[in-house]
């Protein structure tokens, strides 16, 4: 089947982001997986997707669940916050829990949830600000609920040249035509029919 043509919709792209904090109503992806953080402590690494609302599609990343036993007030702190992304997922109460394999598990079955997130104080090796899950909910039934809050400005990390490098692929960007034709090499100079192509 040939092409046949799009609109640009800036509504219409993978990869969307959520671009205010706030409360949103999320489902876990399958992306989300158990690993060592470099502490050596095991750790949940939970990636979700906004259900609705105006940020509905988009995803929210790395929100890093670790357990940590060295102390009993610690490994307290981290299964009161297991236990409370179960219920909060809908996981029956009385389900035992053997492993974080299995609770990773048990989430991916019953995925669903509100997560409030805020942009996080540092900027990341790219200098771009990250949001951060502060607390795991039920899902809302009023829907997700930016706050207006954005992220700050990004941050240029590293050497100038990388701040010239974006410069120019804005400057590129800015130069595009806003509507390409049914031609989009006319005026190019040369015409070659669809007889001389090689495919």
Known sequence: MAFKGLTVDENNVLGRRVEE???????????SELKTAKTGKEMLVLN????????????????????????????????KRFN???????????????????????LKKYNKMNVTVEW???????GYYNLDVTSHNPTDPEGSKPNGVFAPARQQQGSS??????????????NLPNNFGADPFAGAGQVISDDNLPF
């Open 84 to 106: 409370t992304l179960l219920v909060v997922a809908g996981v029956p109460a009385g389900t035992q829990i053997k492993t974080l394999d299995i609770l990773l598990k048990g």
């Open 120 to 126: 996080s104080s540092e900027p990341n090796s790219k």
């Open 21 to 31: 904090a706030g409360t949103y109503n999320v489902r876990l992806l399958p992306t």
């Open 48 to 79: 979700y997707e906004v259900l609705d609302g105006k940020y509905a599609g988009g995803t929210i990343r790395f929100d890093n669940v670790v357990y940590d036993d060295e102390t009993p007030e610690k490994e307290e702190q981290s299964l």
């Open 161 to 174: 040249n990388v701040g010239a490098q974006q410069s120019a692929i804005d400057q590129a960007a800015a």
